[in-house]
């Protein structure tokens, strides 16, 4: 027997606020109108709020939404949403320019479009995505206080990892975390025992596990990320998420994420594998924006042991999804060991062969620790003057890796060849489309973070990017204790009066997609441009 088909429930004007157009537009009756459209919020079909939305308004917002809803603009070819973050680039430049909307009217276009997003946690409301909860949603329960959390971030480790509560920010993103320890045995690796104060405590195998519910809940507790907006990094310098001990609880973790509708930017760095039927398990996400970041830099494997055909091999099949964002990770480089010219001609033909689109460079950290490591082990040691926790990539050797890739793709268009990044997070974004800026702002010194090949559309997007309001400035100073700290919004940079951390500064960065800087430091980067 065939079930009835019920249409959702969208409130009449009269059910909210009584003030017909005006119901989306800013103003006191606002975050009443965000808690009704959301009322009709279904996770896997935004556009019922959609047509909530239409009925509250007229002209061409009323007609911007039916184009919304007629060409289910909310959704990717693929299936997959737009994310939140990428909504002003995919959609609003069309619907502003076919509708001619004013700017009032692209204002609350893109309120209405926000409520058809859950905003799960203690951060976040269509109406005020950075701010902090007043009422937390029913039947959420923090594993801790923000007060208490806050503390426990404080006490991390000088990269940012903190043990304590196993969600950590760090420069590339939130690290959400099941356990410590990693069979690989990789001799450079800095969370071996004696490297960090939280290193492998004397074990290579993942200990201390938490469930992926427990750690997604402590995710959406963590008063730092902010949903579809913070960077999260799954085992991100703890463990290796596509091993067989830790798959079953990255998959789970993956699914309760997508679950809750978030369009969160979720990076898995692997030099493992997974089968084509796990391929097939990440492809039928449907919210989370995921990329897969592929290592591979020919490494002899006395020193990386994990078996570089079977990586090769992955790598060419996940390039093949059209649903997942892959990187080509050529990391870590490190003179001396992979940096002939023999090693460099194979890793490009390698990823040329692969169909590689996007390549990050990275050089390799290097310790007092590693230097005893690897004379223990025979291995040989790596050239250069290492600075501690700081990844080491010469000049010169990289000018020589851009000499060989010319001469590998020589052959090959310009356009056709893959862009080649400095930072994880500028690929992340190349390889996504160019739809936002350099989530981590490094467009402030384009002449060290711009050089080697990011595509123009991508430079272009972060010269025009959107300058940051106050009022979201405000609501992010709040949440990392600087309430009160003041702050000057310029073109270059959003300046603070106040101190930062490097990784309170890196939280700001990553919400606002702007570069920023203590008063200090905003100081001496004109310094340096005026030199």
């Known amino acids: 027997m065939n079930t009835p088909v019920t249409e959702p429930h969208t409130p009449a004007p009269d059910e909210l606020t009584g003030t017909g157009t005006l119901v989306l537009h800013p103003g006191p009756a606002r975050p009443q109108a965000a808690r009704a459209l959301q009322d009709v919020l279904d996770i896997g079909d935004p556009y019922p709020v959609v047509a909530a939305a239409r009925r509250l308004c007229d002209g061409p917002l009323e007609h911007a939404l039916a184009d919304v809803a007629a060409r289910g603009l909310l959704h ?36 209405a479009l926000r409520c058809t997003f859950a905003f799960p946690g203690i951060v976040g409301t269509p109406d005020a ?10 039947g959420f329960q923090p594993a801790a ?8 971030q404080a006490a991390a480790g000088p990269d940012g ?8 920010q760090m420069k590339g993103g939130m690290s959400a975390d099941f356990g410590i320890g ?3 045995m990789c001799a450079y690796c800095y969370r071996r025992e004696g490297d960090t104060v939280d290193g492998y405590l004397g074990s290579w195998e993942p200990t201390g596990f938490l469930s992926a519910e427990e750690v997604v809940q402590r995710l959406l507790a963590h008063p730092w990320f902010t949903p579809h907006v913070t960077p999260i990094g799954l085992h991100m310098s703890t463990s290796e998420a596509f091993l067989p001990k830790l798959w079953p609880r990255t998959w789970d973790a993956l699914q ?8 969160n930017r979720v990076s898995c760095i692997t030099k493992y594998t997974l089968t084509d039927a796990q391929i097939e398990q990440l492809e039928s996400l449907a919210n989370i924006n995921l990329d897969v970041n592929v290592c591979y830099a020919a490494m002899p494997e006395a020193i990386e042991p994990p078996n570089r055909r079977r990586r090769i091999d992955f790598l060419r099949r996940i390039l093949a999804s059209d649903k997942i964002n892959t990187l080509a990770y050529y990391r870590p480089i490190a003179d001396g060991i992979n940096t002939t010219d023999a090693h460099l001609r194979h890793v490009w033909e390698t990823f040329k062969e692969a169909g590689a689109r996007t390549v990050v460079l990275g050089g390799l950290k290097f310790g007092d620790d590693h230097v005893h490591s690897f004379m223990s082990y025979g291995l040989p040691l790596p050239q250069g003057s290492f600075t501690p926790g700081k990844k080491l990539l010469p000049a010169a050797t990289e000018q020589r890796i851009m000499h060989v890739f010319d001469q590998v793709y020589a052959d090959t268009p310009a356009e056709r060849r893959p862009a080649v990044l400095k930072r994880s997070s500028c690929g992340r974004v190349v390889e996504r489309g160019s739809h936002i800026p350099d989530y981590n702002g490094h467009y402030d010194l384009p002449l060290t973070n711009c050089r080697l090949r990011c595509p123009q559309a991508q430079h272009q997007v972060c010269a025009t990017a959107t300058l940051p309001d106050e009022t979201t400035v405000r609501q992010l100073l709040a949440r990392i204790g600087r309430p009160d700290a003041r702050a000057d919004i310029t073109l270059a940079t959003v300046v603070v009066h106040a101190p930062l951390t490097q990784f309170e500064r890196t939280f700001l960065r990553q919400n606002l997609l702007h570069p920023v800087h203590t008063a200090r430091q905003a100081a001496d980067l004109i310094a340096g441009r005026l030199r």
């Open 76 to 111: 990717e070819p693929t299936g997959r949403r737009v994310p939140l973050q990428e909504l002003p680039s995919r959609v609003l430049a069309h619907l502003i320019a076919s509708h001619g909307l004013t700017g009032v009217q692209t204002e609350a276009l893109h309120f």
């Open 129 to 138: 995505p950075f701010a902090l909860k007043t009422v937390l949603p029913d």
């Open 161 to 168: 990892l903190n043990t304590h509560y196993m969600i950590s």
């Open 145 to 152: 206080t923000p007060a208490e959390i806050a503390v426990s």
């Open 182 to 184: 990693c069979p690989l």
């Open 256 to 263: 309760q994420l997508d679950a809750l509708g978030l369009t």
